[in-house]
């Protein structure tokens, strides 16, 4: 296949992103039935969610609370009334043979947000509609390799998914970043995972499927104004697949065109494996959904009022809160990026809170802790060391008791099982010697076992000093501060 820089080269990429967001309500979008995930399957099901006859629905105030405060968050204005569709189709796994959703009426229209690409560009992303709807139920395919239809014996429906509370995010196509389009998208889900997470509406585990995002992606040539053909790339699960499924389509699409052939307007599935994106069905029309108004549910008509008090609610939106810590602790762009990246802002912030400096704070929780949760295969926050330990080791080296290699060497302990890091400095001895007359005696051996050395320094070329220094850290085993040392050497040697 063409290589990514070739394609950009002849093709302007368009990026269009729906996410969809499973809220993450204590019951149904439209019954009483739970939500919990991984129950057993079918333990939470009811005549409503299984779309049994006679049954009939009943919103959920907390949903549609859920979708206001998201569309406020995303600078969407709120309509003051708007009614749920039937999406009509066929599939295994929605009983009703429809989906309750939201088609040219949505609770949230014409909103924006900004992003911030990796270097600090940002990117106001036009946000079209977000509308709410119910999930489907999950099909297993058994027998086959793959877990896919394919090749499969049989399959089996699990309907505790069915009816939960989803809101899709719609963005209006997305031209300005060009080249830089799979980065946007990844950056796009990034930032309204991390909102929809402040907003306290979702668990937003990618992994779990509760953020999904499918990907448009069309590409026209350089100069051209109309759209060309798109491909949703559907359920994409991880950030860095939204940004290699772009990359992906990208290339293959551009091939496509170069070749002389034709996009064909189609659903595509994403391989994590291979890197691929293979054909699904070929899209449906609008017209095929054969929407029409839910006779079942009354409209929406939020107030006024309540959006008001709803918009009360929200909170400090982590773009803004990023802008504030960075300009409080001094942070450049790319520390804060760094910091956000490794998940560790909350607890830079909370090891701050405990009174250790900003930068000293970034440093631990990036460098020896973010390798050792790197190794464990866990998040920052699961490790078993807390901000209030992290403050204590660096005030141990603020106030001159252990170096920051020796510091290493605490958390090490501290995250083994040791105690607080004051039992670990007794349990290994890992105190620096501060007793002068200590380090003056092993300077002495120092100088006496290296007189060449001694010799040059005394003649005022202190570079050489250096050499002293690490033979007395070396001989008290890293244990004593490197500045003190190298007084005490250019004192002894005049
Ligand atoms: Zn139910």
């Given amino acids: ?124 992303i036009e946000i079209e509609r977000a509308h709410m709807e119910e999930d489907t139920g999950k099909s297993l395919h058994v027998g086959g390799t793959t877990g896919r239809i394919h090749g499969a014996s049989h399959s089996l429906v699990d309907y505790n998914r069915s009816g939960i509370p989803l809101v899709e995010i719609v963005t209006r196509p997305v031209v300005g970043p060009d080249a830089r389009a799979p980065e ?130 929200l909170p400090e939106l982590p773009a803004t809160r990023r802008t504030r810590l960075a300009a409080k602790w001094g942070f450049s762009e790319l520390e804060m990026r760094d910091t956000v990246g490794a998940g560790a802002l909350d607890l830079v912030e909370a090891t701050v809170a405990e009174g250790a400096a900003p930068q000293a704070a970034r440093k631990w929780w990036l460098s020896v802790l973010a390798r050792t949760a790197n190794e464990r295969g866990v998040a920052l926050s699961e490790l078993p060391v807390s901000p209030r330990q992290v403050a204590d080791v660096q005030g141990l080296v603020d106030a001159g008791r252990v170096t920051d290699r020796l510091a290493r060497d605490v958390l090490e302990g501290v995250l083994a099982g040791e105690g607080s890091p004051d039992e670990v400095v007794a349990a290994r001895g890992l105190d620096v010697v501060s007793d002068d007359a200590a380090l003056t005696a092993a300077v002495d051996r120092a100088i006496a076992a290296n007189p060449e050395v001694a010799d040059k320094v005394r003649v005022g070329k202190t570079a050489a000093a250096g050499a002293l220094i690490g033979a007395v850290m070396k001989d008290l085993r890293g244990q004593a501060d490197a500045a003190r040392v190298r007084e005490l050497v250019l004192d002894r040697l005049g």
């Fill in 184 to 313: 946007v998208a990844r950056v796009y889900v990034a930032h309204l995972r991390a909102l929809l997470l402040a907003l306290g509406v979702s668990d937003v585990r990618m992994e779990q499927g509760s953020l999904r995002c499918d990907a448009n992606v069309s590409l026209r040539p350089r100069g051209i104004e109309p759209l060309g053909t798109r491909t949703e790339t559907k359920n994409v699960n991880s950030l860095r697949s939204v940004e290699r499924a772009v990359r992906h389509e990208v290339c293959r699409q551009a091939e496509v065109l170069l070749d002389g052939g034709t996009v064909t307007q189609e659903t595509r599935h994403w391989h994590e494996d291979t890197g691929v994106t293979t054909p699904g069905r070929s899209k449906e029309q609008a017209e095929d959904y054969r929407y029409f108004p839910e006779p079942d549910l009354v409209p929406v008509a939020p107030s006024a009022g309540w959006v008001d008090q709803l918009r009360g609610t």
């Fill in 1 to 124: 296949m063409i290589s990514y820089e070739e394609a950009v080269e002849r093709f302007e990429p368009v990026i269009g992103l729906e996410v969809h967001v499973e809220l993450g309500t204590d019951s149904k979008m439209f019954c009483g039935c739970a939500t919990a995930f991984g129950a057993e399957p079918n333990s939470q099901v009811c005549p409503t969610c299984l779309g049994l006859p006679g049954s009939l629905p009943v919103v959920n105030g907390k949903a549609v609370e859920s979708a206001i405060r998201i569309g406020l968050a995303l600078n969407c204005r709120i309509v003051d009334w708007c009614r749920f569709a039937r999406k009509n189709y066929f599939y295994p796994d929605m009983p009703k043979n429809f989906q309750t959703s939201q088609y040219d009426e949505p609770i949230a229209v014409d909103g924006h947000t900004t992003v911030v690409l990796d270097g600090g560009d940002t990117v106001r």
